[in-house]
């Protein structure tokens, strides 16, 4: 379990952010589930891949919240590429199968890679050596 003041952290980091930033932040933490269940998955810890695949998918029902189906054409377009990505994690978890996580992650991570080139300020961004560079790796 974290320790009391992470919590106060991430909710700070939260409450403070922009729109823009929260959605990085729920792209970073879809892509750590993600990939985490990918290590577990290659480790046959079933138990671990089963709940880490549950929280990226629960973090993709966040962020498709955000889309209004109906409102525009890019809404629609966005909302229904989150859903699919949402299937592939689904059927990785139902089948325990490697490649569809590998394509909802390689989608997971174009997605943060744009939402980071577009919504934080170059110096925000993760350098090409951080720990965040490592995890979509893996």
Not at 62 to 68: A, Q, S, V
Not at 104 to 112: C, F, G, K, N, V
């Amino acid at each position: 379990m974290a320790p009391v003041p992470y919590y106060a952290y991430a909710r700070a980091q939260a409450t403070t952010s922009s729109q823009a930033e929260l959605a990085v932040l729920l792209y970073r933490g879809a892509v750590r589930f993600a990939a985490k269940a990918r290590i577990q998955l290659s480790s046959r810890d079933l138990e671990g891949t089963h709940k880490s695949l549950l929280r990226a998918q629960e973090v993709l029902v966040e962020l498709m919240i955000g889309f209004k189906p109906g409102s525009d054409q890019f809404s629609q377009d966005l909302f229904g590429l989150h859903n699919y990505i949402y299937e592939r994690l689904y059927e990785a978890n139902i089948r325990k199968d490697v490649a569809p996580l590998d394509e909802a992650l390689r989608h997971l991570r174009e997605l943060l890679e744009t939402w980071e080139s577009i919504s934080l300020p170059p110096s925000a961004r993760p350098a090409a050596a951080s720990v965040v560079s490592i995890d979509r790796h893996c």
